[in-house]
């Protein structure tokens, strides 16, 4: 189970006792947002996007919207999201706990600036009844993200 995977990934980082799971599911923004009475804008959601023949993750903030303009201009390239089983395929996770930890090594990871409006903000842990709270700056850590990005509209 993806889960277990994040769970072992937080482990070495020492921090695995912040992941939160959840009796309902947090599967959706809205349903994340309810699971840890937070705005919905402060859920981070991974999105994945086809890039040649592997994928890339994009994680913003729940109430922001790729902007196809910015994506193209930022990847010199069509935003075209993966499907559900492409997702599991080549992630790893499944929709609705997809998250950018404990993925393969070959999978860039951006965030949105979008999130950088809050504090801290909860992205999945690979299970669709998860979540981890953690600031913009433990998140670009953790995802091992390649940088800032603005591509989307909120």
């Known amino acids: 189970m993806a889960i277990e995977l994040v769970k072992q990934y937080f482990t070495q980082l020492g921090i695995a006792d912040k992941i939160q799971e959840?009796?309902?599911?947090?599967?959706?923004?809205?349903?994340?947002?309810?699971?840890?009475?937070?705005?919905?804008?402060?859920?981070?959601?991974?999105?994945?996007?086809?890039?040649?023949?592997?994928?890339?993750l994009i994680v913003t903030a729940g109430d922001a919207k790729i902007d196809n303009g910015k994506f193209k201009a930022a990847f010199s390239m069509k935003a075209k999201m993966l499907t559900p089983d492409e997702v599991v395929e080549m992630v790893?996770?499944?929709?609705?706990?997809?998250?950018?930890?404990?993925?393969p090594e070959n999978i860039s990871v951006y965030l949105d600036l979008s999130l950088?409006?809050?504090?801290?903000?909860?992205?999945?842990?690979?299970?669709?009844?998860?979540?981890?709270?953690?600031?913009?700056?433990?998140?670009?850590?953790?995802?091992?993200?390649?940088?800032?990005?603005d591509v989307c509209k909120y």
């Open 116 to 149: 950088q409006r809050f504090q801290t903000v909860f992205p999945a842990c690979g299970s669709s009844n998860s979540a981890i709270e953690l600031t913009c700056a433990e998140l670009f850590q953790y995802a091992k993200a390649k940088e800032w990005v």
């Open 92 to 103: 790893g996770h499944a929709v609705g706990g997809v998250c950018p930890f404990a993925i």
């Open 22 to 56: 959840f009796k309902t599911s947090s599967a959706t923004v809205e349903l994340a947002a309810q699971a840890l009475n937070v705005q919905p804008a402060r859920i981070a959601k991974t999105l994945a996007f086809k890039q040649d023949d592997s994928c890339i």
